[in-house]
């Protein structure tokens, strides 16, 4: 990782708020000392600072650090911990309202793309959607699922990644019977070697 990083970081609370920003589930303070490469103690420090700072600034999202499974994001064993943020639950109303209201909005080309990788490699980890669309597909996700189009369906056996599928819902709205309906476009993505042979390359 180190070997990817040119030039001097940002301050340490402005990398972790980076990283924060684009994970899709809780990261432990291990993982993101590796990545900074600061000391785990200090690491764990600058979160809890931040999640008391974000508390006192009454911010609408709030850091959380919440139990996670064994594996995920660097866990080891039964009662890790992990970080991530989350929006604050007084806030709940107006992002139920938001996400409600965005029901009936037509998808966007972004989310179209990403609904199509969803529905011919599920189930899939969002970071294979990512690598096959070449961009974060972090949002996206987070507004396919808030429309019922997109759900988790278990975790990755190598990563603990979550795992994503299309929903009935989906069927539903696309006039299916089921999956074997789909256009024959399969072919047409990259496979999971050619996305791990591209990562290395």
Not at 37 to 65: C, N, S, T
Request: glycine share 10%; with cysteine; aromatic share 4%.
């Amino acid at each position: 990782m180190a070997g990817d990083v040119s030039g001097p970081l940002p301050p340490l609370k402005t990398c972790l708020e980076a990283i924060l920003m684009v994970v899709d589930e809780p990261v432990t303070d291990v993982v993101l000392a590796q990545v900074v490469e600061r000391p785990k103690d200090e690491v764990a420090e600058a979160l809890r600072e931040l999640a008391e700072e974000y508390a006192a600034q009454g911010r609408g999202f709030e850091l959380r650090e919440v139990g996670i499974a064994d594996g995920a994001h660097g866990s080891r064993g039964p009662g890790a911990t992990g970080w991530r943020i989350y929006s604050r639950p007084e806030c709940a109303p107006v992002v139920e309202r938001f996400v409600r209201d965005g029901q009936q909005a037509k998808l966007t080309q972004a989310a179209l793309e990403t609904l199509a990788v969803v529905a011919y490699r599920q189930p899939v980890s969002r970071s294979k959607v990512s690598a096959i669309r070449g961009v974060n597909c972090d949002g996206v996700m987070r507004t396919l699922i808030a429309r019922g189009l997109v759900e988790e369906c278990g975790t990755e056996h190598e990563t603990g990644a979550l795992l994503y599928q299309t929903t009935g819902y989906f069927l539903e709205r696309m006039g299916l019977k089921g999956l074997d309906e789909l256009p024959d476009l399969a072919p047409l993505l990259p496979s999971a070697a050619e996305i791990e042979d591209e990562n290395e390359a």
